[in-house]
């Protein structure tokens, strides 16, 4: 098992930037699939952005040019740098890790392990 704890959220103006980290710790040995994913109020939980195993990363549509998905060279570590922040951007972020060999890595379903949150609240 793998434990992530993120953090950085904040409150920012629109058009700021934050960056969010996700700290990994546990059986860290593995090569996981990590991804983010936001929750807004009354939404349902979505993909923000993913790294695969082998370092391929994907982003929703609604992000692309705006947010960066990267970690660190021993992958316990995960970052989102967030620019150009919109206030639809507004939610709880969450970062989240897959067994390696998964097929769905970023889909919500397809995570395994997931951390309790960061609060991003945008104001317009």
């Known amino acids: 098992q793998v434990q992530l704890v993120e953090s950085g959220g904040g409150s920012v103006q629109a058009g700021g930037s934050l960056t969010l980290s996700c700290t990994l710790s546990?059986?860290?040995?593995?090569?996981?699939?990590l991804g983010w994913f936001r929750q807004g109020s009354g939404k349902d939980r979505e993909g923000v952005a993913s790294?695969?195993?082998?370092?391929?990363?994907t982003y929703a549509d609604s992000v692309k040019g705006r947010f960066t998905i990267s970690a660190d060279n021993t992958r316990t570590t995960l970052y989102l740098q967030m620019n150009s922040l919109k206030a639809e951007d507004t939610g709880r972020y969450h970062c989240?890790?897959?067994?390696?060999?998964?097929?769905?890595?970023?889909?919500?379903?397809?995570?395994?392990?997931w951390g309790k949150g960061t609060l991003v609240t945008v104001s317009s």
């Open positions: 989240a890790a897959a067994d390696p060999g998964t097929r769905y890595c970023g889909q919500p379903y397809g995570m395994d392990y």
């Open positions: 790294i695969d195993t082998d370092g391929t990363t």
């Open positions: 546990g059986n860290i040995a593995r090569r996981y699939c």
